[in-house]
């Protein structure tokens, strides 16, 4: 926790019955003195703060988390968690299971945390352009824990049990994203190794840097040379593939409606594209979805495609405007 850190999230309106701020929770006063209010003082402001958007029924609000708390989170949850990291994209989403399934490798180095598993993988960055918000409102200050499964008092600011949301600014520059066509590309950002040198074809993409591919070791382009033959290797005991994610993200996605089975528009758009059945989904192969801060790669049998983003990823009522979900944290029930 850096207390330094300003509660505001661009949604700047007092209450007229109990003159908080309708997007941060707090007072005019505390608005106008937050630069001298010191530390001690801050650290009061933040405290009190879940409590008051809970009374103005504000279900949205920021932690006071730094970038290295996101960090620390994040290894958290995949360490000790008892839920589920979702990344979505136009038209695919794919959960990863927290803690990690046995076997995978957790690392952090830099901004960067992965889980790197036979089957799947995780990485999510966690720079300085990234906030952090809990949706819930159910926080019970600063005391409470980060999320179902993991040390209470981990991270300042997050009540047990609460969804946490990863976001960066809309304005922020989009991000680099493999090129819109048919020719299938080098995925250089891929974290497990042995996949950089395998096809992969873009078949979606948003304005804000989300995007997600299929990934096809028979596809070929003719302007790229083939990978190099390579001996199979020694497959992971099946403990330690990723298995079928429990669909611990249903409360994420029970007011928007259920994911869309079929999606005709993802294998119209350029052909059927690698590896999509008849009904133009992916069948086989991995299916990478990427956002601003990361990616999930997992086999086309464990994600979930629709004509939009996945509902659990859609910004709830009453988030600011002025940010972009990149991933969420549903912890398990």
Same mark, same amino acid.
């Given at each position: ?8 999230? &661009? !949604?700047? $309106? ?24 010191? #530390? ?10 879940? *409590? ?23 290894? $958290? ?12 994209? #136009? ?9 990690? #399934? ?13 889980? !790197? ?11 300085? %352009? ?13 005391? *409470? ?41 080098? @995925? ?58 429990? =669909? ?36 086989? &192969? @991995? ?8 990616? !999930? ?10 004509? =939009?983003? %996945?509902?659990?990823? *859609?910004?709830?009522? &009453?988030?600011? %405007? ?5 991933? !969420?944290?549903? #912890?398990?029930?």
């Amino acid at each position: 926790m850096h207390v330094s850190l300003s509660p505001c999230v &661009g !949604i700047c $309106r007092l209450d007229d019955v109990t003159g908080y701020c309708v997007g941060c929770g707090r007072t005019g006063d505390e608005i106008a003195t937050w630069s001298t209010a010191g #530390p001690s003082g801050r650290r009061a402001i933040w405290a009190a703060l879940p *409590a008051r958007l809970q009374g103005l029924g504000v279900g949205v609000r920021r932690l006071p988390w730094t970038a290295a708390d996101v960090r620390a989170f994040v290894l $958290r949850t995949l360490r000790e968690g008892n839920g589920a990291w979702l990344l979505a994209a #136009p038209g695919a989403a794919a959960s990863f299971p927290c803690p990690a #399934p046995a076997g995978c490798e957790i690392r952090g180095y830099g901004e960067t945390v992965e889980a !790197i598993g036979a089957d799947a993988a995780l990485s999510l960055r966690c720079g300085a %352009d990234v906030r952090a918000f809990a949706l819930d409102g159910t926080g019970a200050g600063t005391s *409470a824990g980060a999320g179902a499964g993991v040390n209470a008092g981990a991270n300042a600011g997050a009540g047990a049990g609460e969804r946490i949301a990863l976001a960066v600014q809309a304005n922020r520059p989009n991000a680099e994203r493999p090129p819109m066509g048919t020719a299938p590309l080098r @995925d250089a950002g891929a974290p497990r190794e042995g996949a950089r040198t395998m096809p992969l074809r873009l078949v979606d993409a948003d304005e804000h840097g989300a995007w997600w591919g299929v990934r096809d070791a028979q596809a070929t382009d003719a302007r790229q040379p083939q990978p190099a033959a390579q001996a199979p290797q020694a497959r992971a005991p099946a403990a330690a593939r990723l298995p079928a994610p429990a =669909d611990v993200l249903a409360d994420a996605r029970a007011d928007a409606g259920a994911y869309l089975v079929a999606d005709a528009a993802v294998g119209a758009r350029d052909g059927a594209h690698p590896g999509a059945g008849g009904d133009g989904l992916p069948c086989g &192969g @991995d299916v990478v979805i990427a956002t601003p801060l990361g990616r !999930i790669e997992a086999p086309s049998a464990l994600a979930r495609f629709g004509l =939009d983003a %996945d509902p659990g990823l *859609a910004a709830p009522d &009453g988030f600011p %405007d002025g940010f972009i979900i990149a991933a !969420i944290y549903q #912890p398990g029930q």
